[in-house]
Every structure is written in structure tokens, then in C-alpha cells.
């Protein structure tokens, strides 16, 4: 089993920045790859963007060039760092962790202001 706690959200007005914080704990090893994912209201639950073991990431084509993927192996975390943020970033934000299951947090809200 694999536990993860998000943090970091907030309320922050368009055009500014949020670091989102996975904490990552239980069953490391068997973890392949993490991402951050997100679920407006309304919406479907949508990938934001992803990060491999071997450190390839990948992101949706909304947030390329503003959020960045990230992970820091010796303090099992995964990080978002989320620059020039929109109104259409409002979501609650999730993380996932894929290995010989998949794992979810609780998610994190993020609300961006016009």
C-alpha cells in the first residue's frame, strides 16, 4: 500500500504561483510513476501532468510552459509548481501514484481568482 497526502492549495489570483506539495509514504518501491491530476466542478477527473521513475515527464497541453513536475527521491516527494495561473486552473488537485496498484491522495484545492 501506498499513502499520499497533498498540500499546498489555496486561493490565489489569476496570473500568480502555488507549489503543490505529495507526500509519499508505505510502499515506495513498487511505485513506477507519480502525476498530478485534477477535477474541476462538474468535470471529469483530467491528467495535469506526470513524472516517471526515470524522470520523463509529461503534461497536458493547458499547463505546458507554466506547471512543473517534480520529485525528490531521499524526502519521498512529488511536487507541482504552478506559475501564471488562470481562472481554469480552478480545480481540486490529486496525487497519484502508480505501482502494483493505483494510489490517490485526498486532494488539494486550488482556486484562482480573476
Known amino acids: 500500500q501506498v499513502q499520499l497526502v497533498e498540500s499546498g492549495g489555496g486561493l490565489v489570483q489569476a496570473g500568480g504561483s502555488l507549489r503543490l506539495s505529495c507526500a509519499v509514504s508505505?510502499?515506495?518501491?513498487?511505485?513506477?510513476?507519480m502525476g498530478w491530476y485534477r477535477q474541476a466542478p462538474g468535470k471529469q477527473r483530467e491528467l495535469v501532468a506526470s513524472?516517471?521513475?526515470?524522470?520523463?515527464?509529461n503534461y497536458a497541453d493547458s499547463v505546458k510552459g507554466r506547471f512543473t513536475i517534480s520529485r525528490d527521491n531521499a524526502k519521498n516527494m512529488v511536487y507541482l509548481q504552478m506559475n501564471s495561473l488562470k481562472p481554469e486552473d480552478t480545480a481540486v488537485y490529486y496525487c497519484?501514484?502508480?505501482?502494483?496498484?493505483?494510489?490517490w491522495g485526498q486532494g488539494t484545492q486550488v482556486t484562482v481568482s480573476s
Open positions: 497519484y501514484a502508480a505501482g502494483i496498484g493505483g494510489y
Open positions: 508505505g510502499s515506495i518501491f513498487e511505485i513506477r510513476a
Open positions: 513524472i516517471t521513475e526515470g524522470g520523463s515527464t
